[in-house]
């Protein structure tokens, strides 16, 4: 019976994290449905199966960080095994094998969503959902209430949900094959009967669903009573982030402690490698931004625009493109194995996110080859996926020069570290009114006003480069007409 072990989805990944189980014990899958979301050290990916057949066991509880290679599910043929025990194979059937024509390859990184911007999976059928099959007689449920007790220790039974609109009956119990029938364990508490959508919500929140007393049909869990145990929670204690596994503050705790993996590990490894590898130099310039402004707002009104969001980022994304042809060295990266500057004659424009589970830094390809509408897309694109967590980690790899938007917390500027395999990065501040000595007229008026900080590698940029680059950038934004210059 064959077992689906994690797969490598790319970037040379050793292991993830367990995050969400889309299919329980007795869901019949196809070839390619998505059985299991997990996170690694780079974003959350959706994984389908490469086998079809009959979910016979879970072997991986949620939230649990595993290996590459480790087994994660077992599939078989639908009623191959009895549901307590090791599922017997059926004679003459070739069990859960997958269909060699449609075996897809994880271990391609192009399977991981890095292709024209496909889903990691070759076809989805999310729509349809999984087929659960029906449940055994009524004889089976002690061995499934034992089967169950063995696979969570210390825990009882486990009741679940049939579908997400309406609860199974007490009867209807989850059970986890490959454990031995009659197996003992210690009774507990049962976990709390919900729908999926309400123990996605809670776990978002940080909520115990066995502490809840629900208030739905047969005693289920609602949404109104985990939005009821937050508010609570926030009476003298601090909310957790969206998206953490953390519990929330209990009153008259001192201290609480948060295990950091996934994105948020990497994420700091990759700033201590650069921080104490590149030398950093960091140059500032204020500039007035007004012309920029009116700029996006009639480009808002250009029919071709319509359905991007047009903002002034897009602009300073085109600025950047632009400007780095007159100092090509902003673009390049110092390769310390062979003690050579690689210059890159394309532009992959990182822009760093913000994300629940740590910064990300998707990056769109080839940006200097779109044009301003087609680059407007990319960034829609890029941003909204990064929001939802599902940026993969081709989208993440190959980056050539970023620019991270701290103006969108209110903040002026700051002085960004570089991504590693980059040499420079810029700094975009919030857009503000101030008051503007006018040049011409030498009056003070009000401006749009932005600050941008540029952070770049002093190895092999030195001030010069870096101040003509930055210098063309705030021209580019003070003046867009001066892009025909470029």
């Known amino acids: 019976m064959p077992e689906y072990k994690l797969p490598d989805v790319g970037e040379g990944l050793t292991e993830a994290e367990i995050v969400t189980w889309k299919v329980k014990v007795g869901d019949v899958i196809e070839i390619n449905d998505i059985v299991v979301e997990i996170e690694t050290a780079k974003s959350l990916v959706e994984l389908p199966s490469p086998y079809a057949g009959e979910v016979t066991a879970l072997l991986v509880p949620e939230g649990e960080m595993i290996p590459v290679g480790t087994p994660i599910i077992r599939i078989g043929e639908p009623d191959s095994a009895p549901a307590g025990g090791e599922p017997a194979p059926q004679p003459g059937a070739s069990s859960g094998t997958p269909a060699p024509e449609m075996e897809i390859d994880l271990s391609n990184p192009a399977a991981s969503g890095g292709g024209e911007g496909e889903s990691l999976v070759g076809r989805n059928k999310a729509d349809r959902g999984p087929v659960r099959r029906v449940r055994r007689a009524a004889g089976a449920v002690a061995a499934n209430?034992?089967?169950?007790?063995a696979f969570e220790p210390g825990a009882s039974p486990v009741v679940e949900e049939e579908t997400a609109d309406?609860?199974?009956?007490?009867?209807?119990?989850?059970?986890?094959?490959?454990?031995?029938?009659?197996?003992?364990?210690?009774?507990r508490h049962p976990r709390a009967l919900a729908k999926p959508p309400v123990r996605k919500m809670a776990k978002d929140l940080g909520v115990d669903l066995?502490?809840?007393?629900?208030?739905?049909?047969?005693?289920?869990?609602?949404?109104?009573?985990?939005r009821a145990a937050t508010a609570q929670a926030e009476e003298g204690a601090q909310q957790p982030s969206r998206g953490h596994a953390s519990s929330p503050r209990t009153p008259g705790e001192r201290e609480t402690r948060e295990p950091v993996k996934g994105v948020r590990k990497m994420m700091a490894q990759a700033m201590s490698?650069?921080?104490?590898?590149?030398?950093?130099?960091?140059?500032?310039?204020?500039?007035?931004?007004?012309?920029?402004?009116?700029?996006?707002?009639?480009?808002?009104?250009?029919?071709?625009?319509?359905?991007?969001?047009?903002?002034?980022?897009?602009?300073?994304?085109?600025?950047?493109?632009?400007?780095?042809?007159?100092?090509?060295?902003?673009?390049?990266?110092w390769d310390e194995a062979a003690q050579e500057v690689v210059y890159k004659h394309y532009v992959n424009l990182g822009i760093a996110a913000a994300t629940p589970r740590g910064l990300v830094v998707p990056n769109v390809k080839d940006a200097d080859s779109l044009s301003l509408v087609e680059l407007a897309t990319a960034l829609g694109e890029l941003t909204a996926t990064a929001r939802e967590g599902k940026t993969q980690p081709a989208d993440m790899s190959g980056g050539t020069f970023t620019i991270t938007n701290v103006g969108v917390f209110g903040v002026d500027a700051g002085t960004p570290i570089i991504n590693p395999g980059e040499s420079a990065i810029l700094c975009f501040g919030a857009i503000n009114k101030r008051p503007w000595v006018d040049e011409a007229t030498g009056e003070i008026v009000a401006r749009d006003v932005t600050t941008l900080a540029l952070s770049f590698d002093h190895r092999h940029i030195d001030g010069e480069k870096g101040s003509r680059f930055l210098a063309d950038v705030a021209g580019l934004l003070q003046d867009p007409a001066s892009a025909l210059l470029f």
Do not use: C
């Open 145 to 149: 209430q034992q089967a169950q007790a």
């Open 273 to 333: 490698q650069s921080a104490f590898t590149s030398p950093h130099v960091t140059e500032w310039v204020t500039v007035d931004v007004t012309a920029t402004m009116q700029l996006v707002e009639r480009l808002k009104s250009r029919r071709e625009l319509r359905d991007v969001r047009v903002s002034p980022l897009l602009v300073l994304a085109r600025a950047v493109v632009l400007a780095m042809r007159r100092t090509p060295e902003i673009n390049s990266y």
């Open 210 to 226: 066995t502490t809840l007393t629900g208030s739905g049909p047969q005693g289920s869990i609602t949404r109104d009573d985990v």
């Open 166 to 187: 309406e609860p199974v009956p007490a009867t209807s119990v989850v059970a986890h094959p490959g454990v031995e029938e009659g197996a003992q364990q210690p009774s």
